[in-house]
């Protein structure tokens, strides 16, 4: 066992967390295609009733050739209806404009899990008793 250097170990500046960011950058960049300094774009969408309340909406960022949807949610009322179905396609299509890869996503056994499968994502890890008592889905479709 390689024995530890001793440390001083504190909490992280916001100068220290950019520093920390950027080191890790600097070393992707001479594996292969990280562009630095990008920021991720937003792919957020609602859709709203007759009355503009929001009644459907999708959280998404476009980042390196990857989309992730954050959060797709959908009124109790308006559940099977092909909204969530609508707003992932749209979020679909506008990263296969950025030339995104891949889009990847997370989800719990209660949520929506065969709902993205329907979509035409695979689970690529299961993360047990997350929370207590619940697995956690991770879900990946290439583009």
Do not use: C
């Not at 295609?33 to 937003?42: A, L, N, Q, R």
């Not at 997370?106 to 499968?117: H, S």
């Amino acid at each position: 066992m390689t024995k530890m250097m001793p440390a001083n170990i504190t909490a992280s500046s916001e100068d220290e967390i950019k520093f920390i960011e950027n080191a890790l950058i600097i070393f992707n960049e001479k594996i292969g295609p990280f562009p630095s300094g990008e920021v991720p774009k937003p792919l957020n969408f609602v859709i709203k009733d007759s009355e503009d309340k929001i009644i459907a909406g999708i959280n998404a960022l476009f980042y390196r050739f990857i989309a992730y949807v954050d959060v797709l949610w959908v009124d109790e009322s308006y559940r099977g209806k092909g909204l969530g179905k609508a707003l992932y396609e749209k979020v679909e299509e506008e990263a296969q404009k950025l030339e995104a890869k891949i889009i990847h996503l997370e989800t719990l056994e209660f949520q929506a899990k065969d709902f993205y499968i329907k979509l035409g994502f695979e689970v690529y890890g299961i993360l047990e008793d997350f929370p207590p008592g619940h697995t956690k889905y991770s879900l990946k479709k290439k583009l």
